[in-house]
């Protein structure tokens, strides 16, 4: 998965697309434009998510 990120992150620099963030929808990689992403709309994750536990064993920290 981070693979993926991290080609269609340097496809959307290559292609000069900036004010965008990569992000995986149904399993598909895409972007959105940071202006149309709504901070009052969050969508809860389960803390069973295998993403969300394989994410915290690495060290990243989603805030909890």
Known sequence: LAARFAKHAVD???A???GVV???VGG???DVR???I???KRRKIDLND???QASEAVGICLGR
């Open 22 to 24: 990569v992000v995986s």
């Open 28 to 30: 598909k990689i895409s």
């Open 34 to 36: 940071f202006s149309e």
């Open 38 to 40: 709504d901070p009052t």
């Open 50 to 52: 295998e993403t969300l």
């Open 12 to 14: 959307l620099v290559k």
């Open 16 to 18: 000069k697309k900036f």
